[in-house]
């Protein structure tokens, strides 16, 4: 049971446009959403969290929305540079602290110069 | 955030050995974790390292393949056991800082596995 999607396995984006990665949920439980970047042989790097009393988080070039009712969540960054192309995860748990992250399957970006 | 080292960082190894994998945090924290991340894979959490008492490990995850300690609030181990090329992987420790409204996880840079 797949309780974290991210249904695009890659984008493909034009240095200085928008990214946008989406990713859905199943369980209603889930109430604090993370999004990570990893690039190859490097953990993954914290880029921004939302709290589900929350829709929008901005910090940045990085926003993240959460539409709660659709149990759905994007990560925008703008204007996207060729240093953000990686593999980027998103991320939910539930309670406060102590809580394990259910990670989605990743969508890869690369952003072409 | 968190400074997060482990060792080693890769390491080829043969089947039916055991690996332990060292996660040390410049800093106390109450939780760590670690992950796996299986090739072509998102992270799966394999277990939670409690200080001073056993680790919790997740469904389809035993104390017997993958020991874990936690002797103090800034280090743990992982040990692989009995390796089989299945065990390939790279493994993650992470710890958790509080932010706000929820328990945000910073992650090391992980260990890559190779089990011929």
């Known amino acids: 049971d797949q309780q974290v999607k991210q249904n695009s396995p890659s984008l493909s984006v034009q240095e200085g446009r928008i990214s946008i990665l989406n990713c859905d949920y199943t369980?209603?439980?889930?109430?604090?959403f993370l999004w990570y970047k990893k690039y190859p042989a490097e953990g993954p790097t914290f880029l921004i969290s939302?709290?589900?009393?929350?829709d929008k988080n901005e910090d940045g070039r990085f926003t993240v929305f959460l539409n709660k009712s659709a149990k759905h969540l994007s990560l925008h960054i703008v204007p996207s540079q060729p240093g953000d192309s990686a593999v980027y995860f998103c991320?939910?748990?539930?309670?406060?602290?102590?809580?394990?992250?259910?990670f989605g399957g990743g969508t890869r970006v690369l952003v072409k110069p | 955030s968190a400074v997060i080292s482990q060792k080693p960082s890769r390491d080829i190894c043969q089947r039916g050995t055991s690996l332990t994998i060292q996660c040390q945090v410049d800093?106390?924290?109450?939780?760590m974790f670690w992950y796996r991340q299986q090739p072509g894979q998102s992270l799966t959490l394999i277990a939670t390292?409690?200080?001073?008492?056993?680790?919790?490990?997740e469904s389809g995850f035993v104390i017997d393949k993958f020991p874990i300690s936690r002797p103090n609030l800034t280090f743990s181990t992982l040990t692989v056991s009995n390796m089989s090329p299945e065990d390939s992987s790279i493994y993650l420790c992470?710890?958790?800082?509080?932010?706000?409204?929820?328990?945000?996880?910073?992650f090391g840079p992980g260990t890559r596995l190779t089990v011929l």
């Open positions: 992470s710890v958790e800082k509080v932010r706000g409204a929820g328990g945000t996880q910073y």
């Open positions: 369980n209603s439980m889930f109430d604090y």
């Open positions: 939302i709290s589900s009393i929350k």
């Open positions: 991320a939910a748990t539930r309670g406060a602290a102590g809580n394990k992250l259910t």
């Open positions: 800093s106390q924290v109450t939780m």
């Open positions: 390292a409690n200080q001073g008492s056993e680790a919790t490990y």
